[in-house]
């Protein structure tokens, strides 16, 4: 990130919450803070059970269909550049 110059040509003081670059700074990258564990995410529980549910739908008749008909597609597809080599 560059340096802030305001429109008189003078620096700009830095923001708060901002990430300056200079001399000190290495020190603060180094000492990254570790966040504690949450003992129950509720995003991370919500997602868990969506997936839960997903996996354990039934795949619809239509849909099977369709993957019948494509793989049927290929298999000939693949039988026809095998007789071209």
Known sequence: MGR???ENGQN??????????GAGHDAGRKA????????FDP??????????QTVSEE?????M?????????QQDVDKQEQ???
Request: proline content about 8%; glycine content about 2%; overall charge positive.
């Open 4 to 6: 802030n110059v305001m």
């Open 12 to 21: 700009d003081p830095p923001r708060e919450g901002t990430r300056h670059e």
């Open 32 to 39: 990254k803070r570790q966040l504690p564990a949450m003992a």
């Open 43 to 52: 995003i991370a529980a919500a997602l868990r059970q969506l997936h839960e």
């Open 59 to 63: 795949i619809p008749d239509d849909f």
């Open 65 to 73: 269909r369709l993957l019948d008909q494509l793989d049927s597609l």
């Open 83 to 85: 007789r071209k080599r």
